[in-house]
């Protein structure tokens, strides 16, 4: 018997004892797959696998130096796609643990699901899509998916990360009817209807818990938001009045802080609670019946909900929209801008390999493949070195 870590010994019965104490609509590696196949993983299940690839992976790596809200270069304590990534999945592993789902998978499309991101945030988004208007566009969910079905070439037998069904499709959130129709089962609820794993949903929402919480933490740092904005806020105000009660002289840095925490505590537990409740009502039975149904599972309830999009309104305003963060974010478009004209237009400014790439792209598919090679090549920059590589190509006094 080989001794390989994924050698498969062991493996099936120890993935039946997690699949025990999983409730019967929570995700099953033993009912799914890969695209390609492999040989069991040995003493851990194949979410976990997932997980540990996505870990692995540069681009995972990359995400240390790309940005939520701020550029990278404005402070050290704001913020990236990376934190944001391992807050996710703290939260989503909670609530998978409180509702007897599957926490690795949980852990493993959390930890995935910005893998896509451009530099410089939604801004950089932005930029980009417009430059592939007339290409196909582009949206960081699909980009996500490609950078593991694909882009990440770190294994000898297939491209991409090969992971599992259900880390794939809770990666993409979102799809247009074209797209969807191009990427096959994989994206095929958007086309008949329908949802994905309970462990999906409740991903998607940690991650507005973490944002929309963590980017007060954050605006309030930056001196963009102050508390007696925040106040006006009626969940935030709630929290406040129960920190400042309980610790009435508490500085104002450690006051926030505690507010944060409190607030998330409250979200998650919301979350659970209602989801529950939910589940009670829909008694799905399996996988399948999770699937089927017409609206996701996952949620709060509809007081709550009301006062998460009075936050959301609030910082849409008043921190999204701060004319500072504004500021930035036309300078980053700018920068996403002008290095698509100037790859797209020339494509000898790539790096070999990307050159190469652009040059068959284009061979097989026209300008629109080498416009996605370029695509994929300022998606996978970290705020850093967009900025180092715009400096490069357009100031005369550095070199190449």
């Not at 100037?342 to 792209?361: S, V």
């Not at 920059?381 to 070199?399: K, Q, S, V």
């Amino acid at each position: 018997m080989s001794s390989s870590a994924d050698s498969g010994a062991g493996s099936s019965k120890y993935v039946r004892r997690i699949e025990s104490q999983l409730a019967p609509y929570a995700a099953r590696a033993s009912l799914s797959g890969r695209q390609h196949a492999e040989v069991e993983p040995g003493w851990r299940s194949e979410y976990q696998r997932d997980r540990d690839r996505v870990i692995h992976s540069g681009a995972f790596r990359r995400l240390e130096y790309k940005t939520q809200v701020f550029i990278n270069h404005e402070g050290d304590l704001f913020r990236t796609r990376l934190t944001h990534s391992i807050e996710v999945a703290q939260i989503a592993r909670t609530v998978a643990r409180a509702l007897a789902v599957n926490e690795d998978l949980a852990e493993a499309v959390a930890l995935a699901h910005d893998l896509g991101h451009t530099p410089f945030g939604h801004a950089g988004q932005t930029a980009l899509n417009a430059c592939m208007k007339g290409f196909g566009g582009f949206e960081h969910n699909l980009q996500s998916l490609r950078v593991i079905d694909k882009l990440e070439c770190r294994y000898a037998d297939f491209d991409g990360m090969n992971l599992m069904f259900e880390t794939r499709e809770g990666v993409l959130k979102h799809c247009s009817r074209r797209n969807a129709e191009a990427l096959g089962p994989v994206a095929q609820r958007f086309l008949t209807g329908g949802q994905p794993s309970l462990e999906a949903q409740l991903v998607n929402v940690a991650d507005e818990i973490a944002y929309n919480n963590h980017d007060i933490d954050d605006g309030l740092r930056a001196g963009l938001l102050t508390m007696e904005q925040l106040r006006t806020v009626p969940l935030f105000d709630e929290h406040y009045r129960k920190v400042a009660d309980k610790y009435p002289d508490l500085s104002p840095r450690r006051m926030s802080y505690e507010i944060v925490r409190e607030m998330i505590g409250s979200y998650v537990g919301e979350l659970i609670s209602n989801t529950q409740n939910e589940l009670i009502t829909a008694d799905p039975q399996s996988i399948v019946d999770v699937r089927s149904e017409k609206s996701p599972l996952v949620g709060y309830g509809e007081a709550f909900s009301e006062k998460n999009q009075q936050l959301k309104r609030f910082l849409m305003e008043n921190l999204y929209r701060h004319y500072r963060v504004h500021r930035e974010m036309r300078k980053a478009q700018s920068i996403i801008t002008r290095l698509f004209e100037l790859f797209f237009g020339d494509a000898r400014l790539l790096p070999p390999e990307y050159f190469l790439e652009a040059r068959n792209a284009e061979g097989k598919h026209g300008e629109s493949g080498r416009a996605r090679v370029v695509a994929d090549y300022i998606a996978g920059m970290t705020d850093r070195f967009a900025i180092d590589e715009y400096e490069r190509l357009t100031d005369p006094r550095r070199l190449g």
